[in-house]
């Protein structure tokens, strides 16, 4: 019995021993297994860099595919210097010809994009305006002369073309899908420092700066953090894709250089303009016809608004769109086609990638309830048709030419649209007789022919037409769009 006593202790811890020997075997092996199965390379491919385009986190992708998509604009205009002989030979005889001063030349420097391998390149209205010459330097330094297509000061944008063929050119994007904290890169030509690249993020959407001094001014700019600085107008503004989004357009400043804030017209925008002004020749813009402010929490209490939400319609255009479809005054709209605006900017942006005729859906709040509308859009003039650059030609009644330089400088001055042959129209109706140059528009200065449709297109109501006659009469009409 003494023996057995001895012997099942013995026992007992001999298997027990091996019930842990065999245990932590087991155990071990499936540890290991998880441990092989952490060092999978799975894991570690959530951050991991990837090469594809538009989700790389360099900017080399991006940069070299748009690089050669931007060129130098090189502008020079002649300076008017004043002149006080009005072509009198009296003047000359007492004071000799030399006192007349001679056109001093200005030069300019900006930036454009290639938005065509046939030559079409979108730039800033600010950076070709009254320039008489522009120069176009690709990025591998070949020179081109170019003519202006089309210019759009409401949006500051304009359409010029070099004659050339197959030149790389950067597509555009959806300006709508960035985000706020994305990259985008700026490329232009600051200070004359040709094909210069830099980074920054996308700030803010929609900003308007109350920068442009049109009429009809849309300004729905993309604010970034990208450096930017003069010569850089007109330059692109793209996304790590290397698509165009944007064209850079203008900065805040106190010194007049990069302070950390820059403005780009966004591509909605662009796009539409630059395909307007190649197809017509002009901008088709449409307008809903409403006066409309911001709905601040002010305005919503007085008009017992409960929804901080949209854009206030103020005031309606009699016979326009807005008034066609029965919408009014302390309406709020909450939605154009769908997309949400809670801006005068962004409903702005929105009507303006519309053309007259199209029609678009208006959700309103009328007295805290929704409604929905279908308006069709009109232009300027409150019509539906398309406007064609030259047809304003039709409506002044007369055949205009550029004044030759012999009667220019005759009269002592730079530039003018001549009246040489006169039809039934605004022009006859006023008392304008052939012979008569315009010089001045709305006190806008007019140097072609193309200018002064340009000009008159933007135009409605009263224009008031200046002017003077070969004999050196200076006259002034007043006349109705």
Known sequence: MKANRILYPILYSIIGGLIVLFSSNFFKTETTSVVYSNNDSKPFRLTSITTSAGEQTD??????LTVHGVVHVKTKAMQSQPSYSFGNPLFDYFFGPQFRQEPRPIMGSGSGVIISKDGYILTN???????DNIEIVLNDKRSFDAEIIGTDPSTDLAVIKVDAENLPFI???????????????????PFNLNSTVTAGIVSAKARNINILSSNFAIESFIQTDAAVNPGNSG?????????LVGINTAIASQTGNFTGYSFAVPSSIAQKVAMDIIEFGEVQRAILGVTIRELTAALAKENNIKELKGVYIDGISENGAAAEIGLKKGDVILEVNGVEVNSVTQLQEQISRYRPMDKVEILVNRDNKKKQYEATLRNMR????????GEIATVLGAELQEADVKTLRKLGIQHGIQVVKLKNGKLKDQGVKEGFIITRINRSNVKTVKELNQILQRLSGGVLIEGVYPNGMVAYYAIGL
Not at 235 to 243: D, I, M, Q, T, W
């Open 171 to 189: 597509p555009f994007g959806n300006s709508d899908n960035l985000k706020l904290g994305e990259w985008v890169l700026a490329v232009g030509n």
């Open 59 to 64: 900017f080399t992708y991006a940069a070299e």
């Open 382 to 389: 409150g019509g539906f048709e398309i406007v064609r650059s």
């Open 235 to 243: 330059g692109a503004l793209v996304n790590l894709s290397g698509e």
């Open 125 to 131: 209205n600010h950076v070709i305006n009254n320039a």
